[in-house]
C-alpha cells in the first residue's frame, strides 16, 4: 500500500514567499526595466546639451522623465555600473511646462557645427495616474485579501484535494505501518501488566471483530490511556497496533490547535477520513487534554471557541463511525480530571487505562528490556540499578540505558559497566531536576512508615475501607498512595466514619510513634479528616455536646453563620476532642501491632509495593473477611479510590 500521507508542508515558506513578492513590488515600483537617477533640472538641461538624451516624457504635474542614450549612460550614473538590461533613465521636475518646451525646441535646432543636440521623441502626458496610483496604494492589500479568502475557504471546504500549498487543514497525523515500522509489540513494553491485560481486549476486538459482533457485543471506540509522561503509552498504543497487525496513526493533541479559525476541526475531520481508508487501524492521540479539556461552563466569557470547535467534531467523528468500522481510538493524557466530561461517555472514550510509574520490579523489567541492544560488562548489576533509580519513568530509564552506552563510548571501553550506569544515573538525575522526584533513602523510609501506618490500622478496624496495594512511588503531587475498595453505601454510620477517621490517621500516627518526628507528609489526610470531623459535628449532629443538631447551611453566599459565637467554640472543640481521640486509637493500634509494622514498612522500602496479600501474611486473615476476598480473586470492576499524600515540599500557604 502506497503511504498517502503526504510529507508535512511547512507553512512559513509560504508566508516569506509572498512577503517577498510584496516586497519587491513596492520597492522596485513594478519591475525593474529601468535604472533610475533623480537629478536637479539644471543637470538635465546638460545632459540634453551634451546629447545625452535619446527620448523625453513630460507630465503635467512638472515631472519630467528623460531616457539617456545607452552609451552616454555611464557619464551620469558616475561609478555605478549599468545593467545589461536595463534603460538609464533620469527624472526631475520642472517649473514651467513653456520654458522646458522652449529649451528643447533650441536644442532641436542644429548648431554651428551642424549637430542636433537632441533629436529624440518628445511627448506629453497628461495624468491617467489615478488609477495607477490607486492600483499601487491598495493593489497590495487586495492581494493579502485574496490570499486570505483562499485559505479560508481551503480551511472550512475540510481539505479538499491532495496536497497542494493550502493544506493547513490537513491532519499531521504520522501513520506507521508494516511497510515504514518495525512492529513493536508487547514484548517490548515492560511491567505495566494491569494496563497490558486491559488492552489485549482491543487486540482481540481489531483481530477477531466477527465473534463480538455476531453475538451482538460492541467494540470498543475508544480507550483512555491515563498516567504521568514517559510511562510508555505511546508505546502501549503502538504495541495494541503491532499485536494487531494494523496500522496507527499518531498525533498529538497539540497539532489541533492552531491560530487559525478552523484548522483544528478541519485536521480532526481529515484524520478520521485517512483512518477510514485504512481500517481496522488505531488512532492514537497523544497529550488529548490539549483539545480535551472541559468546556467553559460560561459561554459569555469568551472562552476558546476554537479549542470547543475542535472538540465538538472529534466528538462527531467519534460517534459517527458505528461500533464495527474497525477504528478505535488510543488516546493519552496525564490528567483525566481535567478532561470534558462528554469525552469520557459512554461510546466514546468510556476506559480508563492507568499506566503508572514503575515498581522497583517493573523498573528492573524495563532495564531488562532496554538492555537487549547493549553490551554489557558483567559487572553490571540489574537489582542494584533499579534500586538506584525510584521514580523513575520508562523514558528515564531508557535515556540512562543509552547515556551509559555514550559514556562508555567516550571512555573507549569495549563494554558497559557498571560504573557508566551509575554515572548515566547520575546524569539523568542532574537533568531532571524537579521533574521527577527522586526520593532519598530517609524520606522512603518515612514514605513507607507511614504508608504502613494507614495499612495496619485500616486492617485491624471492622469499617475502614479494605486495602488492595500501597506503594510508596511518587505519583505527581503525591509521595505514596494506597488503594482501598470503596464499600457501597448509601448511609454511614457514626462507627464506619470514626473508623475511616482513625485509619487516615494512622499515617501521621506511625511518623510519631515509629520516628518521633512528624513531617508535611500528611498534610492532605489531616484536611480530609477535619473536614470530615465538621461535617459529623456540624452537619450530622453526631458529637456529644451537640446531638441531633444540624447547622447545614444552603445559601450559597451567606456571611452568617446560623449558630451563635458559642456554638462555634464548642463545634471547634467537638471537632477537635473527635480528632484527637481518633488519633490516640491509631496511636494504641500500632504499638499493640508494631512488630507487623515494622515488617509492612521493611517490605516496602525493598519493594515499593505492598499488595493485601502481604498485609495478610503478616497479620493473619482478617476478622471481616467477606469483602477483602473478592479483592484477592481481583474480579471486582469498582475502581480503587487512592488517596494520594501530598509532597513535603509543595509550599504550604499558612492561614
Ligand atoms: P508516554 O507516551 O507515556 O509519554 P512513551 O510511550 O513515549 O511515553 O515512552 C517513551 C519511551 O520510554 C519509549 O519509547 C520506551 O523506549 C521507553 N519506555 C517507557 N515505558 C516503557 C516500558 N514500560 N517498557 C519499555 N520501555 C518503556
Ligand atoms: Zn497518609
Redesign the pocket.
Known amino acids: 500500500m502506497a503511504n498517502k500521507i503526504k510529507p508535512k508542508f511547512n507553512f512559513t515558506w509560504f508566508y516569506i514567499a509572498a512577503g517577498a513578492i510584496l516586497l519587491s513590488m513596492l520597492l522596485f515600483d513594478g519591475g525593474n526595466k529601468e535604472q533610475i537617477r533623480e537629478v536637479k533640472y539644471s543637470e538635465l538641461r546638460d545632459y540634453v546639451e551634451r546629447g545625452y538624451v535619446e527620448e523625453i516624457t513630460v507630465h503635467d504635474n512638472g515631472e519630467v522623465e528623460a531616457y539617456l542614450k545607452k552609451d552616454s549612460a555611464s557619464n551620469v550614473f558616475k561609478g555605478a555600473e549599468i545593467r545589461e538590461n536595463a534603460r538609464p533613465l533620469v527624472i526631475t521636475t520642472i517649473g514651467s511646462a513653456d520654458n522646458f518646451d522652449e529649451f528643447i525646441f533650441e536644442m532641436k535646432k542644429p548648431d554651428e557645427n551642424g549637430n542636433t543636440r537632441f533629436d529624440g521623441t518628445l511627448t506629453y502626458k497628461r495624468e491617467s495616474g489615478f488609477f495607477s496610483n490607486f492600483l499601487w496604494s491598495v493593489g497590495p492589500f487586495i492581494i493579502i485579501l485574496f490570499i486570505w479568502i483562499f485559505i479560508m475557504r481551503r480551511m472550512s471546504g475540510g481539505a479538499g484535494g491532495q496536497g497542494g500549498v493550502f493544506n493547513v487543514g490537513k491532519s499531521q497525523a504520522k501513520l506507521f505501518d508494516k511497510n515504514n515500522t518495525p512492529t513493536i509489540t508487547f514484548k517490548?513494553?515492560?511491567?505495566?501488566e494491569g494496563a497490558k491485560q486491559e488492552v489485549k481486549e482491543i487486540v482481540d476486538f481489531l483481530k477477531n471483530p466477527k465473534i463480538y459482533t455476531e453475538l451482538g457485543g460492541k467494540i470498543p471506540k475508544g480507550a483512555l490511556?491515563v498516567?504521568?509522561?514517559?510511562?510508555?503509552?505511546?508505546?502501549?498504543?503502538?504495541a495494541v497496533a503491532g499485536e494487531a497487525n494494523v496500522p496507527f496513526f499518531s498525533m498529538s493533541g497539540s497539532d489541533f490547535v492552531e491560530m487559525f479559525v478552523g484548522v483544528g476541526a478541519s485536521r480532526v475531520r481529515d484524520l478520521f477520513r485517512q483512518a477510514k481508508e485504512k481500517a481496522p487501524c488505531i488512532v492514537f492521540i497523544?497529550e488529548i487534554d490539549a483539545v480535551g479539556r472541559a468546556r467553559g461552563k460560561n459561554p459569555s466569557m469568551g472562552g476558546n471557541d476554537e479549542r470547543e470547535n475542535t472538540l465538538n467534531q472529534l466528538l462527531t467523528e467519534m460517534d459517527g463511525f458505528g461500533t464495527n468500522s474497525g477504528i478505535i481510538v488510543i488516546a493519552?493524557t496525564n490528567r483525566a480530571d481535567i478532561l470534558d466530561k462528554a469525552l469520557l461517555r459512554a461510546g466514546r472514550f468510556d476506559r480508563q487505562i492507568h499506566?503508572d510509574l514503575?515498581d522497583l520490579n517493573?523498573r528492573k523489567?524495563?532495564f531488562g528490556?532496554?538492555m537487549r541492544s547493549l553490551k554489557l560488562d558483567p559487572s553490571v548489576d540489574v537489582d542494584l540499578l533499579s534500586r538506584q533509580t525510584p521514580g523513575f519513568?520508562?523514558?528515564?530509564?531508557?535515556?540512562v540505558c543509552n547515556e551509559s552506552a555514550l559514556i562508555a563510548a567516550r571512555k573507549k571501553k569495549k563494554a558497559i559497566d557498571k560504573q557508566d550506569f551509575l554515572d548515566a544515573i547520575d546524569r539523568i538525575i542532574g537533568g531532571l531536576e524537579k521533574k521527577t522526584k527522586v526520593l532519598t533513602q530517609k524520606e522512603k523510609e518515612s514514605i513507607a512508615i507511614h504508608e504502613a501506618g494507614h495499612a495496619t490500622i485500616s486492617w485491624f478496624l471492622e469499617h475502614a475501607n479494605p486495602l488492595i496495594k500501597v506503594t510508596i512511588v511518587p505519583r505527581g503531587r503525591a509521595l505514596g498512595a494506597a488503594w482501598y475498595m470503596p464499600e457501597e453505601r448509601q448511609i454511614t454510620t457514626k462507627e464506619q466514619m470514626l473508623d475511616e477517621m482513625c485509619a487516615i490517621l494512622g499515617g501521621r500516627a506511625a511518623e510519631e510513634t515509629f520516628i518521633g518526628q512528624i513531617s508535611t507528609g500528611a498534610m492532605n489526610d489531616l484536611e480530609r479528616v477535619t473536614k470530615q470531623a465538621y461535617a459529623m459535628v456540624a452537619y450530622a449532629g453526631m458529637s456529644d455536646r451537640l446531638s441531633n443538631l444540624c447547622y447545614y447551611n444552603n445559601q450559597e453566599y451567606s456571611f452568617n453563620r446560623p449558630y451563635s459565637e458559642k456554638t462555634a467554640e464548642a463545634i471547634d472543640a467537638e471537632v477537635h476532642k473527635m480528632i484527637t481521640e481518633q488519633y490516640e486509637r491509631a496511636k494504641a493500634l500500632l504499638s499493640e501491632h508494631k512488630d507487623g509494622h515494622a515488617q509492612l514498612a521493611k517490605i516496602l522500602i525493598e519493594r515499593e509495593v505492598i499488595f493485601a496479600e502481604d498485609v495478610e501474611k503478616i497479620f493473619g486473615k482478617r476478622p471481616w473477611a467477606s469483602r477483602s476476598e473478592e479483592i484477592f480473586d481481583n474480579k471486582s470492576n469498582e475502581t480503587p479510590v487512592t488517596e494520594p499524600e501530598v509532597a513535603t515540599d509543595e509550599p504550604v500557604t499558612a492561614e
Open positions: 517490548d513494553v515492560a511491567g505495566q490511556l498516567g504521568p509522561p514517559g510511562t510508555g503509552k505511546t508505546l502501549l498504543a503502538k497523544d493519552a499506566v514503575p517493573e523489567a524495563i528490556v532496554h519513568s520508562g523514558a528515564d530509564i531508557a535515556n
